[in-house]
């Protein structure tokens, strides 16, 4: 099912995702957060004694993504807006919070993937052919060209390392909360820990998997079309090529379709919800795109007419978010 899903991606649909997570999980405390608040035992300081980690989409911070409040569409009335970490800082995770650094220019993050915790296993995955050049950019580690597969790879050891004791046995748990591309990257870490040499040689202890706003179907049609404008000849980042699910892609995006990156589980069984972050327009697509050019602030004529384009998506208000491909 994940396979059939597309979101939007990177900074794009950063407000959506705390409007989302805001308004149709933190204000109400159901779905998600309802999952992460769950206690098993009294005795517990986390749900399953676990850690928090948060991971933020393409060409985005830890700052841009989780320490900055956000107030565009989603908050219930009567409520205050407020950065997704405080949410959760507030809430039981205080001291439980890791915020993951995978870009050289991150900034606000906790720790950091890129200092390598698998030995040099996962370069193999940064030493792969280029993307057609014009218009793709060369790899380059820890900038918005580094393959996907291989930021998985490391952010896979850091699990692994850090969480996960040798011989895979149960440990420190974690649960995870990823924005945009960092959906991918949890769901390529834990689809190939256990099964692809590089990789961890057993599954992560991940016991739930919320993923907000991230492209699982791909990222293509206007959206694609935006990624690639927004740098310039020559310099359309290798993340982009890889979310391309068509046959001018990477061929990444057709590995995640493979039955073992369906919702993969890992050592703790976990738990997948997957969230979008739409205010609804109208069912028409005209109807939509008109609705949210007067009523939701901030957004664009471009934005509306990108999500218009998906024909599917039946409410384009312009928050860079399509709910669906297919129901």
């Known amino acids: 099912m994940l396979a059939r899903w597309r979101r939007s991606v990177g900074g794009w649909g950063r407000r959506a995702m705390i409007a989302a997570l805001v308004g149709l999980v933190l204000v109400s405390g159901v779905s998600a957060v309802a999952l992460l608040r769950a206690r098993p035992a009294a005795a517990a300081v986390t749900p399953y004694n676990a850690t928090l980690l948060m991971v933020h989409g393409f060409n985005d911070t830890c700052t841009g993504a989780f320490l900055s409040t956000q107030n565009q569409g989603g908050i219930s009335k009567g409520e205050q807006a407020e950065t997704t970490y405080n949410y959760f800082d507030t809430r039981g995770w205080h001291d439980h919070i890791k915020l993951i650094k995978y870009y050289k220019f991150d900034d606000g993050c906790t720790d950091d993937v890129t200092s390598d915790f698998s030995g040099g296993a996962c370069e193999q995955f940064l030493q792969v052919p280029n993307a057609p050049s014009p218009p793709y950019a060369a790899n380059a580690s820890g900038t918005v060209s580094d393959p996907i597969r291989h930021v998985a790879c490391l952010l896979a050891w850091y699990i692994y390392t850090t969480f996960t004791p040798p011989g895979g046995s149960l440990g420190e748990p974690v649960v995870i909360l990823a924005h945009s591309m960092g959906g991918l990257l949890v769901r390529d870490a834990l689809g190939e820990s256990g099964y692809t040499s590089g990789f961890p040689p057993f ?116 928050d860079g978010v399509v709910q669906a491909d297919s129901a």
């Open 203 to 318: 599954p992560l202890d991940v016991r739930q998997v919320v993923t907000v706003g991230t492209p699982h179907g791909g990222q293509s049609g206007g959206y694609l079309l935006l990624a690639k404008r927004l740098f310039g000849f020559n310099s359309v980042p290798r993340e982009v090529w890889d979310m391309d699910p068509s046959g001018g892609g990477s061929g990444f995006m057709t590995m995640l379709f493979g039955d073992r990156f369906q919702a993969p589980r890992g050592l703790g069984n976990a738990q997948w919800v997957l969230m979008a972050g739409s205010v609804p327009g109208a069912s028409a697509l005209i109807g939509g795109i008109a609705t949210c050019l007067t009523n939701a602030t901030g957004t664009t004529g471009l934005d509306c007419a990108l999500e218009g384009a998906h024909l599917n998506d039946p409410y384009p208000d312009g």
